[in-house]
């Protein structure tokens, strides 16, 4: 029998995280504080944030140990199992290896509760009581709540409204571990008022439900802010995902030519490949693939300038990838990955060429979906999908080219709680979007000036 | 950091299933033919079901090889964790030590695809192309939906009426596997005809679907019936979760005390707690517990007698615990273990003693689930509750003697597909059901004379 999966055994889960910073060319720009434009320093930031979460979003170190506590929770799922996805192979007829690790084994059911559990702790060990966030599709959502209750932290999730009623599930799912969960834009800010003021109907973006948070962590002295895609060390925490890959793959006798993960925020992407970085600084050849919806391209149609990280414009300015921090993506099923921006950390890497980008349409990717668990079973959450749709793009490229390259994915969800989206696409009601440029133009035409 | 996970590499995969018969101080009684009341032959079985699994429901050989095309797909996901719930156990503040074998890593979500990838596999061999079956809860419809899909055989699934409409997105699941479903009673059947007109707004039972999906089997020449618990093959093939438990005990340096597991049919149970009962043949004092719910109670108010399998009185008759082919359990949120029967392995196990049966009232069964996903994370399936639950109880007990009992059992499936009951857990909705004794006097009136 040819082997499937490669385990770690529990004495080799990564101690540390690793930090890409020390091993980038070009460091990511500095955030800027939005009133003066001059780079933010850790008193701006500590309204919102943990200091232990600030010195790590600006740490040079290159290795970052895990506090015991964190590897505690995590060990109750990880490490997670690398798949050789040999009858997706076959289905192919590709001579190409490819391998998933499967980070839906999580009980949120994707990568998420990675960063949420360190987060919940550096924020329960600085005195807060409570954390506030945002969710779109719900996977952080989940991950915040459940990390939260481990921690015995009050947890406030302001969902998108359109995943609200998509996906009650999720909601209840939240509930199950003890958070709050509403419906945004919301009454309970000022950025949620002013938004429904305006428009009462409103199904809400990531970039508000974001604003919403962070006026409520701002405004409660209990309650931190916390965010689960973009920033430095959000990437840093994911980094473990990455580590065991590496080992897995070293265990397999395989070394990757080609890295691939979907990106909204850019926390899945960075996780999974920045342990490979150096060994692509060394190695040219290797390609490392994020890859975005086409209805929300802001790598591959977006600018690389400063914005707002949420549309209410008060977070720092971020130099990234932007489509704008007033673009409304429209409602696709991958929610999570409907977000304007992206990791700076992610962003640098593409301008320098490290990194590359692809988009991918919604019916494409369900294709790739609907392939991927008729061959190897689980059912994979949209967003994880893009990652599938890219993974066999290259695989049939090799079987053109009859090379036997090896294409490792993150296979960063499952669908459990998106099964509404595979009837639409079985009852033909799903449908691509072709964004027209003037739209994605307008929405950049309102970058702040730096 | 404490070890919470215990792995058997690849290598470790059962290679054999292990069969129980050919160590049970009593047999079952053989199964009588509904017509003529003798023993069933093979003949009497084929017409619906493969030479393959006939052999193997009669078979007194303790080993049996798992063919390699059911191990390669049995890879995908096994072997499956062990885990330690050290945090339960904190919870609880008890001496005991509580482990669980984690089943919802398949991509169905629970057990049930280990016998549904070995009956797709047997039905192929020889020559069948498609086969019928029933589905409660759904996790059943799912798991052969997924086996089939491997093996290439379209799969048609009667779905219990109030489970279709309870829970649509099983229903999306099964569909992106590739199987039809349709809510039984339906108009497809003689049996689901008969029903309909008789009672239009059935809500359905496990009973009348398997009446619908025998006779679609027993009426079309190129489909065979499967059964996804009850007979003999199935906790055969289910041996494999025991079996790798076993091996996974030994590995953490334990030997059970009590080992736990619910029954609605009995394959979860019995496929679990088989390879452990030779050990406890040599040990008297270790426990075996299997938990049924309240309102369907086969083994703790019901009688040990022949009985039907189904409704429609066209089943074999089995010795069995039973409350009677007619009697249609209340619709509680663990629609797995809703069968009026139950295998004629765990009642002979059973009534010799070897086995003890307890029942668990809904309320308690949710607040042991909410307490697990709080402490251990992972969400579980209302059925897998009540194994939570007595795992718990015993637990309890060990507080109250300071034994430091060593309790596992097995964590059949999660939960994401079962949310509305915890909504309607949290929502104050959730009821207990004292069923009275004479509406189980009444169905048990009916049992047929042998």
Same mark, same amino acid.
């Given at each position: 029998?040819?082997?499937?999966?490669?385990?770690?055994?529990?004495?080799?889960?990564?101690?540390?995280?690793?930090?890409?910073?020390?091993?980038?060319?070009?460091?990511?720009?500095?955030?800027?504080?939005?009133?003066?434009?001059?780079?933010?320093?850790?008193?701006?930031?500590?309204?919102?944030?943990?200091? !232990?979460?600030?010195?790590?979003?600006?740490?040079?170190?290159?290795?970052?140990?895990? *506090?015991?506590?964190?590897?505690?929770?995590?060990?109750?799922?990880?490490?997670?199992?690398?798949?050789?996805?040999?009858?997706?192979?076959?289905?192919?007829?590709?001579?190409?290896?490819?391998?998933?690790?499967?980070?839906?084994?999580?009980?949120?059911?994707?990568?998420?509760?990675?960063?949420?559990?360190?987060?919940?702790?550096?924020?329960?060990?600085?005195?807060?009581?409570?954390?506030?966030?945002?969710?779109?599709?719900?996977?952080?959502?989940?991950?915040?709540?459940?990390?939260?209750?481990?921690?015995?932290?009050?947890?406030?999730?302001?969902?998108?409204?359109?995943?609200?009623?998509?996906?009650?599930?999720?909601?209840?799912?939240?509930?199950?571990?003890?958070?709050?969960?509403?419906?945004? *834009?919301?009454?309970?800010?000022?950025?949620?008022?002013?938004?429904?003021?305006?428009?009462?109907?409103?199904? #809400?973006?990531?970039?508000?439900?974001?604003?919403?948070?962070?006026?409520?962590?701002?405004?409660?002295?209990?309650?931190?802010?916390?965010?689960?895609?973009?920033?430095?060390?959000?990437?840093? &925490?994911?980094?473990?995902?990455?580590?065991?890959?590496?080992?897995?793959?070293?265990?397999? !006798?395989?070394?990757?030519?080609?890295?691939?993960?979907?990106?909204?925020?850019?926390?899945?992407?960075?996780?999974?490949?920045?342990?490979?970085i150096p060994d692509k600084l060394e190695k040219k050849s290797m390609r490392i693939i994020a890859v975005e919806p086409s209805s929300?391209?802001?790598?591959?149609?977006?600018?690389?300038?400063?914005?707002?990280?949420?549309?209410?414009?008060?977070?720092?300015?971020?130099?990234?990838?932007?489509?704008? &921090?007033?673009?409304?993506? *429209?409602?696709?099923?991958?929610? #999570?990955?409907?977000?304007?921006?992206?990791?700076?950390?992610?962003?640098?890497?593409?301008?320098?060429?490290?990194?590359?980008?692809v988009s991918a349409e919604q019916l494409e990717v369900f294709d790739a979906a609907v392939l991927f668990a008729r061959t190897e079973?689980?059912?994979?959450?949209?967003?994880?999908?893009?990652?599938?749709?890219?993974?066999?793009?290259?695989?049939?490229?090799?079987?053109?080219?009859?090379?036997?390259?090896?294409?490792?994915?993150?296979?960063?969800?499952?669908? &459990?709680?998106?099964?509404?989206?595979?009837?639409?696409?079985?009852?033909?009601?799903?449908?691509?979007?072709?964004?027209?440029?003037?739209?994605?133009?307008?929405?950049?035409?309102?970058?702040?000036?730096?």
């Amino acid at each position: 029998m040819a082997t499937h999966k490669f385990f770690l055994g529990e004495d080799v889960l990564p101690r540390r995280w690793y930090n890409v910073l020390a091993d980038m060319p070009t460091k990511p720009a500095p955030y800027l504080h939005p009133g003066t434009k001059k780079p933010v320093g850790p008193d701006d930031l500590s309204p919102i944030f943990p200091m !232990g979460l600030i010195e790590q979003e600006v740490s040079d170190k290159r290795w970052i140990d895990i *506090p015991e506590e964190i590897l505690e929770i995590l060990a109750l799922w990880r490490p997670t199992p690398l798949h050789r996805a040999l009858r997706l192979e076959k289905a192919l007829g590709t001579p190409a290896h490819i391998y998933y690790k499967n980070e839906s084994v999580s009980p949120a059911g994707s990568h998420k509760p990675n960063t949420a559990v360190a987060q919940a702790f550096y924020n329960k060990r600085e005195g807060i009581k409570r954390l506030a966030t945002e969710t779109g599709a719900g996977q952080w959502g989940s991950a915040l709540a459940l990390a939260c209750n481990f921690f015995d932290l009050k947890c406030m999730v302001y969902m998108v409204r359109v995943s609200y009623q998509q996906k009650p599930y999720r909601r209840s799912m939240m509930h199950t571990w003890g958070a709050e969960v509403i419906p945004s *834009p919301s009454d309970k800010t000022n950025a949620g008022r002013g938004i429904l003021a305006q428009f009462p109907d409103c199904p #809400g973006s990531l970039g508000m439900a974001i604003s919403e948070a962070v006026e409520d962590a701002a405004t409660h002295k209990d309650t931190n802010y916390s965010l689960g895609s973009v920033l430095n060390h959000v990437i840093l &925490h994911q980094t473990i995902v990455g580590l065991e890959a590496k080992e897995q793959l070293k265990k397999a !006798g395989e070394k990757p030519d080609i890295l691939i993960a979907c990106v909204g925020g850019g926390s899945n992407f960075g996780g999974f490949v920045a342990p490979f970085i150096p060994d692509k600084l060394e190695k040219k050849s290797m390609r490392i693939i994020a890859v975005e919806p086409s209805s929300c391209p802001s790598i591959t149609r977006g600018q690389y300038a400063y914005d707002f990280g949420d549309t209410a414009q008060m977070t720092p300015l971020i130099k990234m990838f932007t489509l704008g &921090h007033d673009f409304v993506p *429209p409602g696709i099923h991958a929610g #999570g990955l409907r977000y304007h921006g992206m990791s700076p950390i992610v962003s640098t890497l593409v301008k320098d060429g490290i990194c590359e980008a692809v988009s991918a349409e919604q019916l494409e990717v369900f294709d790739a979906a609907v392939l991927f668990a008729r061959t190897e079973g689980i059912i994979p959450a949209p967003e994880t999908a893009h990652a599938i749709w890219a993974a066999i793009q290259e695989a049939e490229k090799c079987t053109k080219t009859g090379e036997k390259k090896v294409i490792a994915f993150n296979f960063s969800g499952h669908g &459990h709680f998106d099964m509404g989206a595979y009837d639409a696409y079985f009852a033909n009601k799903l449908v691509n979007f072709a964004y027209p440029q003037e739209a994605i133009e307008k929405s950049m035409a309102n970058l702040p000036v730096v």
